[in-house]
């Protein structure tokens, strides 16, 4: 349902925008977007997220002020741009969206379909 890409090798500092396509009958169907990530041994951590209208926003502690996210209505598209990157931040990134209104934006219960994930790999 989602194709996640744009990670890569990155120095820190440096910035990347991460893409996920969807159906669009499942991008125009969400109640939510979002972004989360997954280090090695590590749980799965609320990046951010966003409402369908767009109009609120919601941020997980350790990346608010590098990150922004975005979509394209258009091409069915959800964007995560990330600037001042830490090595941190390695991690797999995956989208996700909600089919139904969630409780808990940062929640990953919440979210019906996923992105097959992409690596960011964040060098000191």
């Known amino acids: 349902q989602l194709q996640a890409s744009g990670g890569g090798l990155v120095q820190a500092g440096g910035s990347l925008r991460l893409s996920c396509i969807a159906s669009?009958?499942?991008?125009?169907?969400?109640?939510?977007l979002a972004w989360f990530r997954q280090a090695p041994g590590k749980e799965r951590e609320f990046v951010v997220a966003m409402n369908w209208r767009g109009d609120k926003k919601y941020y997980g502690v350790s990346v608010k002020g590098r990150i922004t996210i975005s979509r394209n209505i258009a091409e069915s598209t959800l964007y995560l741009q990330m600037n001042s990157l830490k090595p941190e931040d390695t991690a797999v990134y995956y989208c996700?969206?909600?089919?139904?209104?969630?409780?808990?934006?940062?929640?990953?219960?919440?979210?019906?379909?996923w992105g097959q994930g992409t690596q960011v790999t964040v060098s000191s």
């Open positions: 996700a969206i909600a089919g139904a209104p969630p409780g808990s934006f940062s929640q990953p219960d919440n979210y019906d379909y």
């Open positions: 669009e009958r499942t991008f125009m169907d969400s109640h939510a």
